[in-house]
């Protein structure tokens, strides 16, 4: 069984039931949420012009491989209603898996961990809240050390 963590993201409609209602979907994906964060507003990334996001972190449990655990993410996205739109702009709901156990992998479809990760406070923050030891597998910090270091950048 592998140990997953997830970002959740949403900035259109109901933001907080969004994330909430992606965390009940995973169990039908055979994915356990073991621990997850609070709710996080934050500023968005990327394109600037657009509503505030709700981010979250949580951490699951799964048989499914790291291939099967994406499809099972775009699965839900699809589900809830999210549609092809611009990189970094609005979404219904984001899920991304930011570390599967301590596997590190590079492919046309996934990079593991989350390639931006280490850059974005709103995934660490979330994340620290309940992994804040857990060590990243490319730059050998933890968590609570990643965010320590975004916040004073």
Not at 111 to 132: G, K, N, Q, S
Request: hydrophobic residues 40%; contains cysteine.
């Amino acid at each position: 069984m592998a140990l997953v963590y997830l970002g959740i993201g949403s900035n259109l409609g109901n933001r907080k039931a969004n994330c909430l209602r992606s965390i009940e979907l995973l169990s039908s994906h055979v994915i356990s949420v073991t621990r997850k964060s609070a709710l996080y507003e934050t500023e968005p990334w990327g394109i600037k012009e657009q509503p505030g996001y709700i981010n979250m972190a949580i951490e699951a449990n799964t048989d499914l491989t790291h291939e099967e655990l994406l499809i099972a993410l775009k699965s839900i996205e699809k589900d809830m209603g999210r549609e092809a739109g611009p990189r970094w702009g609005p979404r219904l709901i984001d899920l991304d898996l930011l570390l599967y156990d301590d596997l590190v992998l590079d492919t046309d479809i996934l990079t593991l961990p989350h390639p931006f990760l280490h850059d974005r406070d709103f995934v660490l923050e979330p994340l620290a809240e309940i992994a804040p030891d857990v060590i990243h597998p490319r730059l050998n910090k933890n968590i609570a050390q990643l965010l320590r270091e975004v916040k004073h950048s």
